[in-house]
C-alpha cells in the first residue's frame, strides 16, 4: 500500500482530534479578527433601528437546545437591542422542547436590561399545534395564548395593550431551526397579516432561507453563529459569538486542509493505479 | 361502516378543502370568525396529536420489551426516562424555576437534556469532518465544482478565510445570493407546483391513501 493509499484511510480519530484542537485552541487562545458584516445581518439591524419606541416586536425563539450555540446568542443580541430600542418585546416559541432555554433567555436579557414582565414585556411560551399557532395568533393573539407563560391572562397586560392580533405587529423575527419555523411564519403569518419579518437560522440552514431574502419575503436573515457574531459587533456588545468566531475559523481550515489533502492522495493513487495499470498492459 | 370510514372522510375533506381554500380570499368578518373558530379546533387536535404521538411510542416500546426484541434495554431507558420526567414534570406543575428557583423539572431541562441534545448537535461537526476527508473527491467535473464551491463559501463565511484570500467574502455571498438563491428557488416552485397537485387530489378525493389501508 503506498503512502497516498495509507493516508486515505487514515484513523478517524485523528480527524476527531484535529478539530477537536481547532475548536478548544482558539478558544483558549482567542485571535479576533474583525468581522466584516454582510448586508442581510444589517438588514435586520438597520430595520430596529428605525422603529419608534413603543413598536411592537415579536421574537418567536423556534429552536430546541440542540442549537443553542448558534441560536442563543442570536436571541441575546436581538433582545439587547430590542430592549436598549424600548420596543414592546412579544416572545414565544413553536417548538414545545425550547420552552423553557427561551424563558431563561428572555428573563436574563429582560433582567440585565432592567425590563419587567408584563409592562415592557411578556413571553408567551408555547402552544400545540405547530403552524395553526401562527394563524390564530393572526385571528386572535389571546385565543392562542389566553395566559403568557407563568400564568397571567394575556388580556390586560400593559405590553400587548393596543394589540389584537399579528397585524398589530410592527416587526417579527423568528430564529428557527427547522420546521416550524421562519418559513412557517412567512407562509402562514407575514404573507396574509402584513407585518414586516425576519429570520435567524442555523448555519446549514441559511442557503435554503437566501431566495426568500432576495425576494423580500424576509428583510434581513442571521446566520449560524457568523450572523450571531455580527449582530453583536453591530450592537457593541461582544458575547458568545464572537468569541466562537476562532473557533470555527479554525475548524473551516481544517476542513478545508483535509478536503484539498484528500484529493492530493486521491490524484496521486488514482494515478500511480493508472500507471501500473499501463505497464501491466 | 365503509361509509362512516370512506365517504364521511372524504365528503368532511372536500368540503373543508374548498371552504378554506376559498377563505384566504375573502376578507369578509364572517369568514374571518370561521377562520378564527378552525385555528382553534386545530390547536385543540394538535393537543390530541401529542397525546396519540406519546401513547404511540409508549405502545411501540412496551412491544420491543416484551418480546426482548433487541436493543430492548434502550426501549426500557426510554420508558424509565419519560415517565420519570412526566412524573416530575407533573409536581412541578410543567415549570422549570418558580420565582427564580429552579424545580426539579427545571433541573432535568437544564442538566440532562440540554447537554445532551448540544452533545448530539456538536459530534456532527468531527463527524463532517471525517466525512469531507472520506468523500469529498473530484472524480467528475461535477463533484470539482461542488468542491470549489464548498471551499469558497467555507472560507468566506469566517474572518480567518477573509483574512487571508479577502476576496472570498464577496464570492461567497455571490454564491449564496446568486447560484444558491436561484437553484432553491426553482426547487421551492417545483415542490410548491407538486404540493398544490397533491392538495387538489386529496380534496377531490383521488389521493386516499392518508385514510389508512383498512379493511373496507
New interface residues.
Given amino acids: 500500500m503506498t503512502f497516498a493509499e495509507r493516508m486515505?484511510r487514515?484513523d478517524?480519530r485523528i480527524?476527531?482530534l484535529?478539530?477537536?484542537f481547532c475548536?478548544l485552541l482558539p478558544l483558549l487562545y482567542p485571535v479576533g479578527?474583525?468581522?466584516?458584516i454582510?448586508?442581510e445581518v444589517r438588514g435586520v439591524y438597520d430595520y430596529i433601528e428605525s422603529l419608534p419606541e413603543g413598536s411592537v416586536f415579536l421574537l418567536s425563539l423556534d429552536f430546541?437546545?440542540?442549537?443553542?450555540?448558534e441560536l442563543h446568542p442570536q436571541a441575546i443580541s436581538l433582545l439587547r437591542h430590542a430592549f436598549r430600542k424600548n420596543l414592546r418585546v412579544i416572545a414565544m416559541t413553536l417548538w414545545?422542547?425550547g420552552t423553557?432555554?427561551a424563558?431563561?433567555v428572555v428573563t436574563q436579557v429582560a433582567r440585565e436590561m432592567g425590563k419587567e414582565s408584563g409592562k415592557d414585556y411578556v413571553f408567551l411560551g408555547w402552544?400545540?399545534?405547530?403552524t395553526?399557532?401562527i394563524?390564530?395568533m393572526g385571528?386572535?393573539l389571546y385565543?392562542?395564548f389566553p395566559a403568557d407563560y407563568n400564568g397571567k391572562p394575556t388580556k390586560g397586560l400593559p405590553v400587548l395593550q393596543g394589540i389584537a392580533n399579528l397585524r398589530d405587529v410592527n416587526y417579527a423575527v423568528s430564529l428557527g431551526a427547522g420546521n416550524p419555523g421562519v418559513e412557517a411564519w412567512y407562509v402562514f403569518g407575514k404573507d396574509?397579516y402584513k407585518f414586516e419579518l425576519a429570520g435567524g437560522c442555523t448555519?446549514v440552514m441559511?442557503?435554503?432561507l437566501?431566495?426568500l431574502?432576495?425576494?423580500g419575503q424576509i428583510n434581513g436573515l442571521i446566520g449560524?453563529l457568523?450572523g450571531a457574531a455580527e449582530y453583536e459587533i453591530l450592537i457593541d456588545q461582544k458575547g458568545k459569538a464572537v468569541a466562537g468566531?476562532?473557533a470555527?475559523?479554525?475548524?473551516?481550515?481544517?476542513?478545508?486542509v483535509?478536503?484539498?489533502?484528500?484529493?492530493l492522495f486521491?490524484?496521486s493513487s488514482r494515478n500511480r493505479a493508472r500507471q501500473q495499470g499501463q505497464a501491466g498492459a | 361502516m365503509i361509509f362512516l370510514r370512506r365517504q364521511v372522510p372524504l365528503l368532511i375533506t372536500l368540503i373543508t378543502g374548498i371552504v378554506f381554500a376559498a377563505q384566504y380570499y375573502v376578507p369578509h368578518p364572517a369568514s374571518e370568525q370561521m377562520l378564527t373558530s378552525v385555528t382553534k379546533w386545530l390547536q385543540i387536535i394538535g393537543g390530541f396529536a401529542l397525546v396519540l404521538g406519546v401513547s404511540s411510542l409508549f405502545h411501540v416500546h412496551a412491544i420491543k420489551i416484551r418480546r426482548k426484541e433487541a436493543g430492548w434495554g434502550y426501549s426500557f431507558v426510554l420508558y424509565v426516562s419519560m415517565l420519570g420526567t412526566i412524573a416530575v414534570g407533573l409536581w412541578s406543575n410543567g415549570k422549570e424555576a418558580v420565582d427564580g428557583t429552579m424545580t426539579a423539572f427545571g433541573w432535568i431541562y437544564n442538566f440532562m437534556m440540554v447537554p445532551l441534545q448540544g452533545t448530539m448537535f456538536a459530534i456532527l461537526a468531527f463527524f463532517i469532518a471525517s466525512a469531507a476527508y472520506r468523500s469529498f473527491r473530484a472524480r467528475s467535473r461535477e463533484a470539482a465544482v461542488l468542491l470549489i464551491a464548498a471551499v469558497i463559501v467555507m472560507m468566506g463565511r469566517v474572518p480567518l478565510g477573509e483574512y487571508l484570500i479577502p476576496l472570498s467574502g464577496d464570492l461567497s455571498q455571490w454564491i449564496l445570493n446568486v447560484l444558491n438563491a436561484s437553484v432553491r428557488r426553482a426547487i421551492l416552485i417545483g415542490v410548491s407546483l407538486g404540493t398544490v397537485a397533491l392538495s387538489i387530489k386529496i380534496i377531490f378525493g383521488m389521493e386516499r391513501s392518508y385514510l389508512g389501508g383498512g379493511k373496507e
Avoid at chain 1, 64 to 69: E, F, L
Avoid at chain 1, 258 to 263: D, E, T
Fill in positions: 486515505l487514515i478517524r480527524i476527531f484535529v478539530i477537536g475548536t479578527l474583525p468581522i466584516k454582510s448586508p430546541d437546545p440542540a442549537s443553542k450555540p414545545v422542547s423553557g432555554m424563558d431563561q402552544s400545540p399545534g405547530g395553526a399557532v394563524i390564530n385571528q386572535d385565543g392562542a396574509k448555519g441559511a442557503p435554503g437566501y431566495p431574502l432576495r425576494s449560524g457568523r468566531m476562532d470555527q475559523s479554525a475548524t473551516h481550515l481544517a476542513i478545508i483535509l478536503v484539498i489533502l484528500c484529493n486521491y490524484f
